[in-house]
């Protein structure tokens, strides 16, 4: 979102740096003329600008939403989505240290901090829990991060930052679906569950 933004206003100003070179063009005599010229050229870039923002906010949203549950999705073991977002924003941090981006580094370093305590707590066998709110809470925070990476690194990178959750999530997702059941409805067909079955472990 903070690029699009960028970009818009970088192309107003070359729009405008362009209208004015039209304006001043000595084949134009006609002040009707170029008026009419430059509204068309004007209108023309910032409504392909606009049409781009129709997709990137609703697309935004989506991806906000999507990992936000992902990583409550993961959240089946003890441990399990606190190391895994530890990871995750440890290498964001290090994105927003190489580009000297505040937000970045003071969102990511204050949440692995609080973390690195809990975890304490939290592995197995565990005697506190994150709980849903925890989880989304740690969903939300990488998933705003990584709109605030973008400016520094490519979208496609994101995916393979995030990508345990959102693989587990779409996977699990379409198990659930030709089995007949909601997308969402619990079960142990989770991939830490599957290695949990292949290393001859249980968990309840």
Not at 135 to 158: K, R
Not at 165 to 186: A, E
């Amino acid at each position: 979102v903070l690029k699009i933004k960028v970009d818009i206003t970088q192309q107003i100003k070359k729009t405008i740096e362009q209208l004015t070179n039209n304006l001043n063009h000595p084949s134009l005599h006609n002040k009707n003329i170029k008026c009419k010229k430059a509204d068309n050229l004007f209108s023309i870039r910032v409504n392909k600008q606009y049409r781009i923002l129709y997709f990137v906010l609703p697309f935004t949203m989506f991806a906000l939403a999507g990992f936000t549950n992902a990583l409550n999705l993961i959240d089946g073991l003890d441990g399990l989505a606190g190391s895994v977002s530890i990871i995750i924003l440890s290498t964001f941090l290090y994105i927003g240290y190489i580009n000297q981006d505040q937000l970045i580094i003071i969102l990511t370093s204050t949440t692995i901090t609080a973390l690195c305590a809990f975890m304490l707590f939290n592995w197995n066998p565990a005697s506190i829990f994150m709980g849903d709110s925890g989880s989304l809470f740690l969903g939300f925070i990488i998933s705003l991060v990584a709109v605030i990476s973008i400016q520094y690194i490519h979208p496609i990178t994101i995916l393979y930052l995030a990508a345990i959750p959102i693989l587990d999530t779409i996977v699990v997702s379409i198990r659930r679906i030709r089995k007949g059941l909601y997308p969402f409805s619990p079960d142990k067909t989770h991939i830490h569950h599957i290695l949990l079955n292949f290393f001859g472990k249980t968990v309840e």
